[in-house]
């Protein structure tokens, strides 16, 4: 972990003690050593994969002008944006290099950022402290400040257009509030200094190339298909949990091919609560090798269909239980969450 990685009450501590017992049951010392294991290679792999199909797609709709074409173009890049923060997410729990490399982590960090204009530093001060205080609704700054406070249809689809960028801004800058100054300005300069690069190649590709590729290659997949990508995979990480059950803060979401490749296995996002430093390309294996773990634990796997459904159609709150229980839905705009 780097030096940003401080200084909360880590609510979760307690709780993670309790589920890593359980799991143990489950996982032999060995396993896990074997799960832990990180190959440079494989990953720079992924980032390579990642990287070109990024830029072919970029080409594609630069070339493309039909509608038919351009539109999926950009919703598969629209995931691509996503990814990148994934790659920003390994770079955080330091699941790329079994060494220290901080001037390469570094590069890396600012590098996987510039893609959705956010700040590194508070990707991964953000990022940390929401393990930490998972299971807090005050403390865990996902929660806190990012999601629904409105348990209202209308509101919930905001998070899937461009006001998107808008929210993540006010909740980042409510959260930064408790950071240390020096903190609080490296952020401010790595959003600054995005934003204006975003800006620059969106002026350079009206100037040059016109609106209509402008709009295509950079406004649609960024303001348009980036926040759907960003809002589904949220929606598949906490929302349907069993409050009273640490092992089940997590969602679970089997694997699938399009789904592993769209999201660069952050689908997997109780496996990775499970064990943070297990790296993506291993959560696929990790997640087969806890299905008796699952089944004895009663841990019901969703899919982004049924997810979609509940949140959307039967208006489900966040962060409760979605199928056992009492039915936790909220009425037209008028429910808060906590």
Do not use: C
């Not at 999601?147 to 801004?169: C, D, E, G, Q």
């Not at 959003?191 to 649609?220: Q, S």
């Amino acid at each position: 972990m780097s030096e940003i990685a401080e200084k909360k009450p880590n609510h979760y501590a307690p709780y993670k003690s309790q589920v890593a017992a359980l799991l143990k049951q489950y996982l032999t010392t060995e396993e896990l050593r074997e799960f832990h294991k990180l190959s440079p290679a494989r990953h720079f792999l992924v980032v390579g994969r990642h990287v070109l199909m990024t830029v072919l797609l970029a080409i594609g709709l630069w070339k493309f002008s039909q509608p038919w074409i351009w539109i999926p173009l950009a919703f598969l890049q629209g995931f691509q944006l996503l990814g990148f923060i994934i790659l920003l997410h390994e770079h955080v729990h330091d699941a790329i290099f079994d060494r220290p490399h901080p001037r390469i982590m570094r590069m890396l960090g600012v590098f996987d950022a510039f893609p959705s204009a956010i700040s590194a530093t508070q990707f991964e001060r953000w990022h940390l402290d929401h393990h930490a205080e998972l299971g807090n609704s005050k403390t865990d700054p996902k929660r806190a400040y990012l999601t629904p406070k409105i348990v209202a249809r209308w509101y919930k689809l905001l998070y899937m257009t461009p006001a998107l960028f808008i929210i993540y801004s006010i909740a980042a800058a409510k959260e930064a509030r408790s950071y240390p100054g020096w903190m609080q300005r490296r952020i401010q300069l790595e959003r600054f200094t995005n934003i204006a690069l975003h800006l620059t190649i969106l002026t350079l590709l009206w100037k040059f190339a016109g609106p209509a590729i402008a709009f295509r290659v950079h406004i649609a997949p960024l303001f348009l298909f980036f926040p759907i990508a960003f809002t589904l995979n949220r929606l598949g990480q906490h929302y349907d949990i069993d409050p009273s059950d640490p092992a089940k803060w997590s969602t679970l979401v089997n694997p699938s091919p399009g789904w592993n490749f769209l999201m660069l296995w952050s689908n997997l996002h109780l496996e990775h609560h499970y064990y943070p430093r297990v790296p993506f390309y291993k959560l696929v294996a990790l997640n087969r090798r806890l299905q008796p773990f699952y089944r004895d634990r009663g841990v019901q796997p969703r899919n982004y269909r049924t997810i979609l459904f509940e949140w959307f159609v039967k208006n489900r709150v966040p962060h409760t239980n979605w199928f056992e229980g009492p039915e936790q839905t909220a009425g037209p705009g008028r429910t808060r969450t906590a």
